[in-house]
């Protein structure tokens, strides 16, 4: 059996897998194993996976991962997204599709705090999506908001994708999350500008004039103190070089503990729930881990990602045409895996590329700017028929809305994505400018 026969088969095997239902991980697993069998043989296979759990799970990096999660957890079962909400609210409820905008506010204030793309919409779902239907606001409009605004949960620091991409390229966690801020930014100003836009082009999805808008108070102002607080303190600290990033993620977790049990929001039963969402979230990864691994592996050995590596740089393709046509692999992959298996599984072969080719910018420069890149397109993914994983949280909590209805109200976001992405790809120092200033 030829190399690039053999890359079939593993590939094959792997979504016929995952066609029957099971867990890409296993998936994952099953397929890089009966590749690594079939080349190596039963003795270096059982070599390799006596060692590679160890190695893999032995690095203290990888501890980052579990502690911006339960970081997360705590700031969902913490009420902190109520305060968000009525805060935003408050401030942008005057305008039309201000319920909307609020709304995408809230997303990328708790995003900032969350790491997650799926809990941030869920959390800000059950807060604002009976709110905008309250003020008249269409159930496409309201679900579409919260799925996209759901993607600032992965787009601002601290993403757990951005930091498995740097675990996996070996970057500096803390340049990547600098990376992040001003893309993630524009994604909530494009996300604000396409709900403008859609109210006005599109009418009755949104109140012409909120009667009742909520007022700014002090209180609601002393709601989202604690919030700020936080993120200074573990994005301060952490650039201030007072600690790592994994010492900055169990700062966050604290202190979003202790605030949640100020607020009287945490009770035991909320407590252990947050650890055992947290342990199933960190299990979950750490096996796709494992099983990209063999995967990898076993595509190592067919020395095929090597082979497509040294045929794209003598094909003549500009380095800008390589990178566009993987971000559009990405954004097919979207349909049928999640953020964590694409990234597990393609980074390995596409990261080696990426690097043989130039860009005009140094190897660290090039490696964060592909690392958003990526971001943009994994969040693309989230939203994006036919699966949009975000799209079928959001409209499972909305009571009736037609998934189709969802689908249609997420376009105008999709074209932001489109538009933000162009604008990264072409002038790549709009992402890379706070780095620059990070030594």
């Excluded at 043989?41 to 060692?51: D, H, L, Q, R």
């Amino acid at each position: 059996m030829t190399p690039i026969e053999l890359t079939v088969l593993i590939f094959g095997s792997m979504l016929v897998m995952m066609a029957m239902r099971l867990p890409i991980a296993v998936s994952m697993f099953c397929a890089g194993s009966l590749g690594y069998l079939m080349q190596a043989g039963w003795a270096p296979y059982s070599s390799f996976i006596n060692s590679q759990a160890f190695a893999r799970f032995a690095g203290y990096d990888l501890s980052v991962i579990p502690l911006f999660i339960l970081m997360g957890n705590f700031a969902t079962k913490g009420g902190i997204s109520k305060s968000l909400f009525e805060f935003a609210a408050s401030v942008m409820g005057g305008f039309k599709g201000g319920l909307a905008m609020a709304s995408l506010l809230a997303c990328a204030a708790f995003g900032a705090i969350s790491g997650s793309s799926v809990a941030t919409a869920a959390t800000i779902s059950g807060v604002a999506l009976p709110e905008m239907r309250k003020h008249g606001y269409s159930g496409r409009i309201a679900t579409a908001t919260l799925a996209a605004g759901g993607t600032l949960g992965i787009q601002l620091p601290p993403s757990v994708v951005l930091v498995i991409y740097a675990i996996l390229t070996e970057q500096n966690i803390s340049k990547l999350f600098a990376a992040a801020v001003v893309p993630g930014l524009i994604a909530l100003a494009g996300y604000m500008i396409a709900v403008a836009i859609y109210v006005r082009m599109v009418p009755g999805h949104a109140p012409e004039v909120d009667e009742d808008k909520p007022p700014l108070t002090f209180s609601k102002l002393l709601g989202v103190l604690p919030i700020m607080i936080i993120f200074g303190l573990v994005f301060g600290g952490i650039y201030g070089g007072f600690f790592t990033p994994t010492e900055g993620a169990a700062v966050g977790a604290a202190s979003v503990l202790i605030t949640a049990l100020l607020k009287r929001e945490m009770t035991l039963s909320k407590f252990v729930e947050c650890f055992l969402a947290t342990s199933t979230s960190s299990a979950m990864i750490f096996l796709i881990f494992i099983g990209a691994d063999v995967m990898n592996s076993a595509l190592a050995l067919t020395q095929v990602p090597a082979q497509l590596a040294a045929e794209v740089g003598s094909c003549g393709l500009s380095p800008i045409a390589v990178v566009c046509a993987i971000l559009i692999f990405y954004v097919i992959l979207g349909a049928v895996m999640d953020e964590m298996s694409m990234l597990l599984l393609t980074i390995p072969i596409f990261f080696p590329m990426i690097m043989g080719l130039d860009f005009g910018m140094t190897k660290e420069m090039t490696a964060i700017w592909f690392g958003i890149m990526v971001l943009m397109t994994v969040g693309f993914g989230l939203v994006a028929p036919p699966v949009g994983l975000n799209v079928y949280v959001v409209n499972s909590m909305s009571n009736g809305v037609p998934m189709a209805e969802s689908y249609k109200g997420v376009m105008p976001f999709l074209a932001s994505d489109v538009l933000r992405t162009l604008l990264f790809l072409f002038f790549p120092m709009v992402p890379l400018w706070l780095v620059t200033f990070i030594k």
